[in-house]
């Protein structure tokens, strides 16, 4: 299973970035795809994930401020993050599960000036 996570760069406070993550490979149909980042000197940490079935849980950044989706038929996860702030500054990493495995894709940057 190989993830390809795009849509990131830099943006002002305040506005809005989406990004997307590609899954292809043997990826068994009952699975958890979710978007993970990580700052410079901090752990990573669970923004959103998002079941095929469509259940989602959300981390505490994205509460009230990103939207994960998906489209199954794609095999393509969505983040759609709006009212960045710098705080969200970090890489964006996505992230599949399933059959007992995880896989991570390269991550993406997101850059949020003030």
């Known amino acids: 299973v190989q993830l390809q996570a795009s849509g990131g760069g830099l943006v002002q406070a305040g506005g809005s970035l989406r990004l997307s993550c590609a899954a292809s490979?043997?990826?068994?149909?009952?699975?958890?795809m979710g978007w993970y980042r990580q700052a410079p000197g901090n752990q990573r940490e669970l923004v959103a994930a998002?079941?095929?079935?469509?259940?989602?849980d959300y981390g505490d950044p994205a509460k009230g401020q990103f939207t994960i989706s998906r489209d199954n038929a794609k095999n393509t996860m969505y983040l759609q993050m709006n009212s960045l702030k710098p705080e969200d500054t970090a890489v964006y990493y996505c992230?599949?599960?399933?059959?007992?495995?995880?896989?991570w894709g390269q991550g993406t940057q997101v850059t949020v000036s003030s």
């Open positions: 998002i079941t095929s079935g469509g259940i989602i």
């Open positions: 992230n599949l599960q399933s059959l007992g495995l995880e896989y």
């Open positions: 490979g043997s990826i068994f149909s009952s699975n958890v």
